[in-house]
């Protein structure tokens, strides 16, 4: 259980590196004109991945087209841009749900699903184990 709960601190500590790494522009300026849609796109979905998981949502908030935003993330990161908001939005229910006792439902329903179901298939696609289990594995928590 130790190992996991650093390897998660790990994961967290990453992002916010990243986040500390895109804000002061230390992007690389070989970037050129990806940095620009990039830095954007990154912006916006901070703003609203809780609500928000479609690209073209995405593209049309900031005038690109799909296509462009996911070119520039592939530059940058090496993902698409739906995978970078599906990452997104993971990260932040692997965050909810390793460190608050709110029920897996209500989680979903503050990232943006309709239904738990919907939310549950989303994390296993994403992680390969359920919400609940992904709970049990990093807190002990057997009520999930």
């Known amino acids: ?3 996991q709960l650093i390897r998660h601190e790990l994961l967290v500590v990453m992002l916010q590196l990243a986040k500390c790494h895109a804000a002061t522009g230390a992007i690389s300026e070989s970037a050129g004109v990806t940095q620009g849609p990039y830095r954007l796109f990154v912006d916006a979905l901070e703003q609203g991945f809780r609500a928000q998981h479609s690209l073209q949502y ?3 908030r900031l005038g690109y087209a799909a296509s462009t935003l996911s070119r520039a993330c592939l530059r ?4 698409s841009a739906k995978q970078v908001i599906d ?3 993971t990260l932040e229910a692997q965050r909810l749900l390793a460190h608050a006792d709110t029920p897996v439902a209500t989680i979903g329903h ?4 309709s ?5 549950v298939k989303f994390f296993r696609r994403m ?3 359920t919400p609940a289990a992904f709970r049990q594995r990093y ?4 009520d999930g």
């Open 115 to 119: 239904e738990p179901t919907n939310f």
């Open 87 to 89: 990452r997104r939005v």
């Open 1 to 3: 259980r130790d190992v």
């Open 110 to 113: 503050e990232l943006g699903f």
């Open 76 to 79: 940058m990161e090496g993902r």
């Open 127 to 129: 992680t390969g184990v």
């Open 139 to 142: 807190t002990g928590d057997r």
């Open 58 to 60: 995405y593209a049309a």
